[in-house]
């Protein structure tokens, strides 16, 4: 069983960067690497999207289209660690932010409905100010 724990939210005004971080430990029987890894959010009120993929060696990235530009998902395997760097941040982003592992390659967790990924994190919350 992975665990993943999130961290790196808080508020911000609109045009700022916060960097997000998952974290991954317990990964018995599968070592991390095997992992591709996103982010997805949720705003009050909306389903949960995708915003971020990273495949498990980190040599694909997917992004959704309203962040594409702003946002930088990368890994580092050996500190088993995810990072989500966000610039030019606006309202629009607000959200909460989980991290979510699965065996699935980052391609398919693209578009893969979020319910049917294997594990998450609890999230951290992002605020922008207008």
């Known amino acids: 069983q992975v665990q993943l724990a999130e961290s790196g939210g808080g508020l911000v005004q609109a045009g700022g960067s916060l960097r997000l971080s998952c974290v991954a430990s317990?990964?018995?029987?599968?070592?991390?690497?095997?992992?591709?890894v996103g982010w997805f959010r949720q705003a009050p009120g909306k389903e949960r999207e995708f915003v971020a993929a990273i495949s498990w060696r980190g040599d694909h990235t997917y992004y959704s289209d309203s962040v594409k530009g702003r946002f930088t998902i990368t890994r580092d395997n050996d500190k088993n660690t995810v990072h989500l760097q966000m610039n030019s941040l606006n309202p629009e982003d607000t959200a909460v932010y989980y991290c979510a592992a699965d065996l699935v390659s980052a391609h398919v967790m693209r578009t893969m409905p979020v319910s049917n990924l294997d594990h998450w994190g609890q999230g951290t919350q992002v605020t922008v100010s207008s």
């Open positions: 317990g990964a018995s029987g599968h070592t991390f690497v095997s992992y591709a």
